[in-house]
């Protein structure tokens, strides 16, 4: 073990790096980079993101989990990333494998391999990178010499697609489970020499509380080729995984020392996170139902991790994230005392999602104190009646409002995001997107003629494609057809021509594709297989992304792509996910759904009484306002 480390680094240095892009990528010294003894700590694992480097280092868990797993003596964390390209053929040329940042180990060297599931598209990058490691691909094929290799984040609550390469799965929040699951490591290879034997570790795991493990499950299809039965082929194991979730933010760990990367990340910036979850209740969105409950970090916590961040590393601008920032209780003080506290330092605030309807000019103003960076505000539909169909509870007045406040106060530039395909979505409502957009690009334009701003006025608009998740209310709806996305972009661009607009569009094809991993069963583990192998990777940059090579491995395996995104899935039908429980029980998601069709909308549990999505009784956590003030006052 570790013989191959040192010639890694003189041959990566030697020979490669000057041949590659951007070759900063893989030298991993940056600055708070922690270099642990290889010889000396018993548990080693590598956190592998499926892309990047630089969209790798801006994610927040990837931070979060460095930090809390260096801190404990017995286990070291290192970082590997999807090579580029040019990387890769350099590393396969050679014979080479996938090594870590910090120790330039190889793969193979650890003891557990953990990726972060964070968009479907980077599927087969992961598949790519076991490939790279010398790590065989299938669960099923890897002995007592293997690493495990372990799967977390938003996409783990549908695991099928991938059940056949992961190990375990870990649904939900890492922070607790995961020093479980080292512990369960260290405690093993402490009783025998080597690895752990794989049976006994999986056994030993799937005891653990949110871990997942698929090769004890078994699953019968249909004749019409639904999922017609899960079962547990072990008597341990849970009928069903419930996921992990931390009950007091306040009291997990937080890292106030990150690494400071040499090149430029996708976010480069300071990263306080005020709270998890969001009750909402968009019914579109995943992240809304599947980080349920709300639980807000207190000011004064918030305050001290900033001052420790502003100490270790350099950045201009802290990022005030969660999933809806502007929610946070006592947002508007919060901002006042880091502006206070930081402004002297030439430090900016920023709030990346920003709610359209707690958005006020006394915190466009706040914001804007030290720079302005852009302004996103996300309508999601064009008309009332779609958003009270997706539940999102904000009027053209809110808007038209915010936007009014952000153009007095001096911007010029604001971002609009809107979703086409929605469930029930007609032609009034896309024209009630260029309405929007025209409104708010005219507010502009009035306020620039009373001299507030001085530059051009840009609207940009921004449209994705409806992709059903699993685990939310959205789960049973179908996608429109491509060409059905593709004619709606077509309307949409002629009708925001004007200088003012920008109009961006995501492509339907990887919408579609998003939509088929996102409902998807075990059996496109096959197609996955396929399509790597026929040479795709980095599936969501669009130079990468071949369809062609994705029909093929379709055809080959014999499976309908159609069938999986846009067929409309009856209530009465096991999903695939079903054994997978967030906690939001399906019986809410149904009754959700139905209420879309009605155009109902559902009140936001936070400022009204609960409305039953069975989260906090099944967990056993409550929702938390921590921030103080009048909202949080009103709220329970
Ligand atoms: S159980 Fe009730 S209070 Fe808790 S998150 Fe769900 S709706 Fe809100």
Redesign the pocket.
């Known amino acids: 073990m570790g013989g191959l480390r040192l010639p890694l680094r003189s041959i990566l240095t030697d020979q490669i790096l000057s041949k590659v892009t951007k070759p900063t990528r893989y030298i991993g010294t940056e600055w708070n980079t922690v270099h642990k003894s290889w010889e000396k700590t018993p548990v080693k694992m590598a956190f592998a993101f499926p892309d990047l480097y630089e969209v790798g280092m801006s994610h927040l868990g990837l931070r979060i989990l460095y930090g809390l797993v260096n801190e404990q003596p017995d286990f070291l964390l290192e970082r590997v990333f999807a090579p580029w390209v040019d990387m890769e053929e350099e590393l396969r040329r050679r014979g080479l494998p996938l090594f870590s940042l910090e120790s330039y180990a190889p793969l193979r060297e650890f003891d557990l391999i953990g990726f972060t599931l964070q968009y479907e598209m980077s599927y087969t990058n992961i598949l790519n990178m076991l490939d790279l490691g010398q790590i065989p691909l299938r669960s099923a094929d890897r002995t007592n010499d293997d690493p495990l290799v372990i799967a977390g984040g938003p996409c783990a609550f549908n695991p099928e697609p991938l059940a056949d390469f992961i190990d375990c799965f870990v649904i939900g929040e890492g922070e607790e489970v995961l020093l479980e699951i080292l512990g369960a490591i260290r405690e093993l290879k402490s009783s025998r020499p080597g690895r752990p034997d794989r049976a006994v570790l999986l056994r030993r795991l799937a005891k653990i509380p949110g871990v997942y493990i698929p090769a004890f499950y078994q699953v019968a299809y249909g004749e019409n080729g639904q999922v017609e039965e899960v079962k547990a082929r072990e008597p341990m194991v849970p009928p069903r995984v419930i996921k992990r979730v931390i009950a007091d933010l306040d009291r997990v760990y937080f890292p106030t020392r990150p690494i400071v990367p040499f090149m430029e990340i996708v976010h480069d910036r300071i990263m306080l996170e005020l709270f998890r979850g969001c009750?909402r209740g968009c019914r579109f969105c995943q992240a809304g139902m599947i980080y349920?409950?709300v639980r807000e970090r207190s000011p004064e916590i918030l305050r001290r991790q900033a001052e420790e961040l502003v100490k270790s590393i350099g950045y201009e601008e802290m990022s005030l994230t969660s999933l809806s920032s502007g929610d946070y209780c006592a947002i508007e003080s919060l901002i006042k005392q880091l502006l206070n506290d930081y402004e002297k330092d030439g430090i900016s605030i920023s709030l990346p999602s920003l709610r359209i309807d707690s958005f006020s000019v006394n915190l466009a103003q706040e914001v804007q104190r030290v720079r302005k960076s852009g302004l996103t505000f996300a309508p999601e539909a064009g008309t009332q009646r779609l958003r009270d169909v997706i539940n999102k509870n904000v009027t053209e007045d809110d808007l038209l409002q915010a936007t009014n406040a952000a153009f007095a106060a001096g911007w010029s530039a604001v971002k609009l995001y809107f979703m086409v395909g929605l469930p029930t979505e007609e032609r009034a409502d896309l024209d009630g997107i260029a309405d929007i957009a025209l409104r708010v690009a005219d507010l502009g334009t009035s306020w620039q003629k009373r001299g507030h701003i001085k530059k051009r006025i840009q609207v940009t608009v921004s449209t994705s494609c409806f992709v059903p998740k699993a685990h939310t209310p959205f789960q049973w709806e179908g996608q429109d057809p491509i060409s059905v996305l593709q004619e709606k972009q077509d309307y949409l661009r002629q009708k925001l021509r004007d200088k003012r607009i920008t109009y961006n569009w995501h492509d339907p094809s990887l919408s579609f594709l998003e939509a088929v991993f996102a409902r998807g069963d075990r059996r496109l583990g096959r197609v996955l297989t396929a399509a790597w192998q026929k040479g795709c990777k980095f599936d969501s940059w669009s130079e990468h992304f071949k369809w062609d090579y994705w029909m093929a491995a379709f055809a080959e395996c014999g499976l309908d792509p159609v069938w999986y995104a846009q067929r409309r899935i009856p209530y009465s039908e096991r999903l695939p996910w079903d054994h997978i429980d967030s906690g939001v029980s399906k019986r809410y998601l149904q009754r959700e759904h139905e209420q879309a069709l009605a155009g109902i909308v559902t009140a936001d549990?936070r400022y009204d009484a609960?409305?039953?999505?069975?989260?906090?009784?099944t967990l056993e956590v409550d929702?938390q306002l921590k921030g103080g003030g009048q909202t949080a006052a009103l709220s329970r």
């Open positions: 009750q349920r409950p549990c609960c409305t039953g999505c069975g989260v906090c009784p929702v």
